[in-house]
């Protein structure tokens, strides 16, 4: 697949060829839902927690006597029919994560770069950084290609500075092309790729699937 790559003013410099292996596969849905969700449930705290008819402060005393009174018979206070009584089945912390295949999440990521791509959201721009670190020099190159609008900005190393610079944006979302995250590349409105980061990318799949 050929892309445009552009200057971060947003003029055109030159084409790249991307590697159809991960940027022009048939999308498979099904892998990408695997993938997002699992994601989802490894972010859960899992912290939840209810206190059952044992574990609620109260006395263990006959509240009244077994016959006469025209009530229910009762045991204590602490019945989950009673009002501040424990809970039934009430939620307990948890460990909601789980792992899927490393075949099928490298699927997945490989399926959402292809549908973003074939959807015109994948813009491949020419490596950068910025030395001051400031979130005014990123937005004036960031409004060249996207504007207000949710985006991923790919990177080909963990460069501070712009992470620095981009920490206060609060509709971007920044990724290293060996850590991808299905979800925010999945809902991102526009993808912005480093040329660094488009051939870092190709070279670490064909290594993965080489072991």
């Known amino acids: 697949m050929e892309k445009k790559v552009y200057s971060v003013d947003g003029k055109e410099l030159r084409t790249i060829n991307l590697d159809d292996k991960i ?7 099904d892998v990408i839902y695997y993938a997002i969700t699992n994601e989802l449930a490894n972010r ?27 009530n229910a018979r009762r045991g204590d206070k602490k019945s ?3 009002v501040g009584g424990g809970t039934i089945f009430g939620p307990k912390p948890r460990d909601y994560s789980y792992a899927i295949p490393k075949k ?17 959201r994948l813009t491949v721009i020419e490596d950068f950084t910025v030395e001051s670190g400031k979130t005014k020099d990123l937005v004036k190159i960031l ?6 609008t949710r985006t991923v900005l790919l990177l080909k190393d963990d460069d501070k500075m712009i992470k620095r610079a981009g920490r206060n944006i609060p ?12 979800h925010d590349l999945f809902y991102a409105r526009k ?3 480093l040329e660094g980061a488009a051939k870092n990318l190709s070279e670490f799949y064909a290594g993965l699937e080489a072991e």
């Open 104 to 120: 099928e999440k490298r699927l997945a990521m490989k399926s959402i770069l292809s549908l973003q791509a074939q959807n015109d």
């Open 80 to 82: 989950p029919i009673m």
């Open 44 to 70: 859960r705290v899992g912290t939840a927690c209810t206190k059952t008819r044992a574990e609620v402060h109260g006395s263990n005393a006959k509240p009244y006597k077994q016959k006469g009174t025209g």
């Open 23 to 29: 940027f022009n596969l048939p999308v498979n849905e």
């Open 191 to 193: 993808i912005i790729m």
């Open 143 to 148: 409004n060249n290609f996207a504007k207000d």
């Open 171 to 182: 509709t971007l979302h920044f990724l290293t092309y060996n850590r991808l995250c299905a």
